[in-house]
Every structure is written in structure tokens, then in C-alpha cells.
Nanobody, 123 residues
């Protein structure tokens, strides 16, 4: 199996910064795309940023220029550097990874989610 463990959330004032981390572990053969999503109360989960194994990135318009996604393939870890945070960034942030995992019968391509980490930005 594969697990994603997030860290780095918390409470910060508007204009501040936070860095989220998400480490994947388990029977991993390869990780394709990794990304961060967020869900605010009463809203649907939305894509914040994503990064391919080759390093190509895309961002939601609302975070462009403020957030940076990166990954360390050797550590199976993805990061989200969040700067100039706004109260509207308040949400639970979820890590997502498209993982090729190893099983006795072969390789499987599955999607995995972290448990979520709360980010709260006060005004």
C-alpha cells in the first residue's frame, strides 16, 4: 500500500507564509503527477497546484504568483510554499499523488490522498 503524510499547516496572519510538505511511502515503483487541493467550508475541493514528474507545473489563477509547488523525487515528497497568504486561502489542504505501486501480481496505477492539513489565515 501507499501512504501520503502531510505536514506544515497552521494559523498565520494575512501576508504571512507557510510551507506544506507531503511525503509518500510504501510500495512505490514510480510517482507521476503530484498536487495540492484545498477545500473550504461549504465549498467543493479545488486544485491549487500540480507538478509532473518532469517538473512541469500548473496553478489555480487565485494563487499564481503567490504559491510555488516543487518536489523532491528522491524523497517522494511534494512541497507547497505559500506566500502573501490571504484569508480566502483558509481551507483544508490535501496532497494528491498518482502512484505506480508494486504488488505481487504486478504494477498498478492508483490515485492517493493525504489526510489533509488545516491552513487558517487571519485578517
Amino acid at each position: 500500500q501507499v501512504q501520503l503524510v502531510e505536514s506544515g499547516g497552521g494559523l498565520v496572519q494575512a501576508g504571512g507564509s507557510l510551507r506544506l510538505s507531503c511525503a509518500a511511502s510504501g510500495s512505490i515503483f514510480n510517482i507521476n503527477a503530484m498536487g495540492w487541493y484545498r477545500q473550504a467550508p461549504g465549498k467543493q475541493r479545488e486544485l491549487v497546484a500540480a507538478i509532473t514528474s518532469g517538473g512541469s507545473t500548473n496553478y489555480a489563477d487565485s494563487v499564481k504568483g503567490r504559491f510555488t509547488i516543487s518536489r523532491d523525487n528522491a524523497k517522494n515528497t511534494v512541497y507547497l510554499q505559500m506566500n502573501s497568504l490571504k484569508p480566502e486561502d483558509t481551507a483544508v489542504y490535501y496532497c494528491n499523488a498518482s502512484v505506480v505501486r508494486v504488488a505481487p501480481e504486478g504494477l498498478y496505477d492508483d490515485d492517493y490522498w493525504g489526510q489533509g492539513t488545516q491552513v487558517t489565515v487571519s485578517s
